[in-house]
């Protein structure tokens, strides 16, 4: 199969601030998708761009977008180099690198391509297999970093013998299959449709956000097609680039899920054990002492699930302000346009995104009855360590009310014992007067104890 002047564009971004941003990350990190251009021309053209010592990051602050080279002249900087099919073979190939900054984030767009000309004459149609050369070790797809946002590749060409549908759908799946060798890393196909007049087609699937490189290929059967391509690739720049802050934020998400569900479950089992001991009627001072310690731990955890369930909505935010700015853009394609047909492009801002959206509005539904698990557990645990203390405390009155009663009646029968001890003529008794009403003053002091006990056990029989 053969296709003319094949296009590679290559749609790369990362976080620059925000919620995820560090101070303290190093400066590997911050010029990540720089330094990733800069290994792919490597590759590629054998040139070495260093981008970073192009960009001033600082330039022009206050605008939400902006290109930042550091040259006025310049938005891009522009490549021609040659790929070596074979020893006695070059291959032209030109395109560009654009760096920018959107919002709160870097994007670099890098384009390679075949050419439509050469030495003022049309280049020659190439086999798909062409595309291997512009994808040596797989290095446009970019490796995991702490900034990174996501990546679309769009791969663009002309075809000219291609008039039946499914030969279409076969040129885009063997231009897949050529731009990335790997069995492994193939992206599934999700879709397709047309755009701008021309069909395209898209892979890898949204709901695969841990897995999820989204390519897109369209083959231009209309010259319409370049045109209108061309008049709206600023645009299309920033559609991926809200498509990737989406995709982000909804991977984030289900991570988020995951840590939630650990402490949902974690609290479920904690009170579980407190209704356990709800039931049980005998509570062991080591029991209250776990309760008293799971009383001070508890707002401590109820503090984390809080702080995850915030982050849970602020990803919702997160998507609900970038489909807007999605639309936006659509609508601006639409307006500059004439009202072009953009359903294609639409699919995801209809479909996916409000998929993604009700499902972390259902996560939140679910896990919000954690917090209300946590309310309970605390207030269970604080009423059974108050009930738990007033036994406490009546156990303690109990017992001084016995002591008092038996000290209390010993007191006075010890006083009558002294006044009569010399009436008193008892064998067992000691002969010294004073060890005599000492012994009988105990006997007396402990006999007073247990008619105290008796009462008051009987007293609870009655109750």
Sequence with gaps: MKIYAPNIHVFTFQLYKGSNFDDNIDSQHLNFIWERGNDILKEVLKQDLQLSQKIDVKKDEGFNKVDILNDQNEVAVYLEGNVNPSPQQDILITGFAYPCRISDSYGLWLNLR????????????????????????????????????????????????????????????????????????????????QLFGSPIFEYGLPNQSSQYQQVLICLFTKQETGNKFEQSCSELLDLFFRHSKIIKAYKDSRAIYKDLDKKYRDI???????????????????????????????????????????????????????????????????????????????????????????????????????????????????????????????????????????????????GIIVQHIDKINLPSLPKNPFLASLVLSIIATIVCTLLAMLGIWIKKLKL
């Design 114 to 193: 075949r050419p439509k000309q050469e030495n003022n004459q049309p280049t020659e149609d190439v086999e798909t297999d062409f595309l291997k050369l512009l994808n040596p070790n797989n290095c446009l797809i970019l490796p995991l970093n702490p900034l990174f946002l996501g990546q679309t590749i769009l791969i663009t060409a002309w075809i000219n013998n291609a008039k039946i549908q499914n030969d279409h759908q076969k040129i885009a799946d063997e231009c897949l299959k050529q731009i990335f060798p790997n069995q492994n890393t193939i992206p599934s196909f999700y879709r397709q449709g």
């Design 268 to 414: 479920e089992s904690e009170v579980n054990k407190i209704l356990e001991l709800e039931n049980n009627q005998d509570i062991t001072r080591k029991d209250l002492k776990k309760l008293q310690n799971q009383l001070k731990a508890f707002p401590r955890l109820a503090l984390e699930y809080t702080r995850l369930l915030l982050s849970l909505e602020d990803s919702q935010n997160t998507i609900v302000i970038n489909a807007d700015n999605y639309s936006d853009k659509l609508a601006q394609i639409k307006h500059n346009l004439n009202g072009e047909n953009l359903d294609f492009l639409e699919i995801f801002l209809n479909k996916n995104c409000v998929t993604f959206k009700r499902q972390i509005q259902a996560d939140l539904g679910y896990f919000q009855h954690g917090s209300q698990l946590l309310d309970q557990a605390i207030n269970s645990i604080r009423g059974i360590v108050e009930i738990e203390q007033a036994k406490s405390d009546r156990s303690l009155e109990t017992t001084v009310q016995i002591l008092g009663i038996g000290f209390g009646g010993g007191a006075i029968v010890s």
